[in-house]
């Protein structure tokens, strides 16, 4: 009994953008921000590979962060397509 051969698919045709690619930044970035949106931030700035968000008013669910401003964050995409989120 013969076994098929599993094919390949071509390499450009499931291609995305490339690791670190300046395209893969924007895409990680557009991602983190519609998470961010879907959760009920709002976007305050926005660079080509950062991002500044705030929740408009305190988060109180279940109470635990009752009486908390508003928060603010800094999303940055560096050089390997990474995230980092910061508090300011």
Do not use: C
């Amino acid at each position: 009994m013969a076994i098929p051969a599993l094919s390949h698919p071509d390499a450009e045709a499931s291609a995305g953008p490339e690791l670190g690619s300046d395209e893969q930044r924007m895409h990680v970035l557009a991602d983190t921000l519609e998470m961010k949106l879907r959760l009920g931030y709002e976007i305050e700035s926005e660079t080509e590979f950062g991002a500044v968000i705030f929740s408009p008013s305190p988060r109180r669910w279940l109470g635990i962060r009752k009486g908390q401003d508003n928060q603010r964050f800094t999303i940055q995409i560096n050089d390997d397509g990474g995230t980092n989120i910061e508090r300011n």
